[in-house]
């Protein structure tokens, strides 16, 4: 069984920061990328930022500038360093892993459950 599990989310006045994180936990042989995606209410889910497996990353560019991501591949974890931020950040958070849970099978992507963050005017 695979989990992935986000947190660090909540309210925050604008200007300010949050972090985010995520832990793959499991049977996992390998992870490829890892990162995170958010929907805001009546919008269609977006990515925010992602890490290859070698620290690669790419971000939205509505976030470039102001969000960090990091990963730390002993610990399978990702982290989203969010500052500066605004109210149109507000949305829940989907923390995605591609992953394979043996040698030689395919990857599959393993999504979070969602954290909130709210960003106050």
């Known amino acids: 069984q695979v989990q992935v599990v986000e947190s660090g989310g909540g309210l925050v006045q604008a200007g300010g920061s949050l972090r985010l994180s995520c832990a793959a936990s499991?049977?996992?042989?390998?992870?490829?990328?890892m990162g995170w995606y958010r929907q805001a209410p009546g919008k269609q889910r977006e990515s925010v930022a992602t890490v290859t497996s070698g620290g690669s990353t790419i971000y939205a560019d509505s976030v470039k500038g102001r969000f960090t991501i990091s990963r730390d591949n002993a610990k399978k974890m990702v982290y989203l360093q969010m500052k500066s931020l605004k109210p149109e950040d507000t949305a829940v958070y989907y923390c995605h892993a591609n992953l394979r849970v043996r040698d030689l099978l395919p990857a599959y992507v393993y999504w979070g459950q969602g954290t909130q963050v709210t960003v106050s005017s």
């Open positions: 499991g049977t996992i042989f390998s992870i490829d990328d």
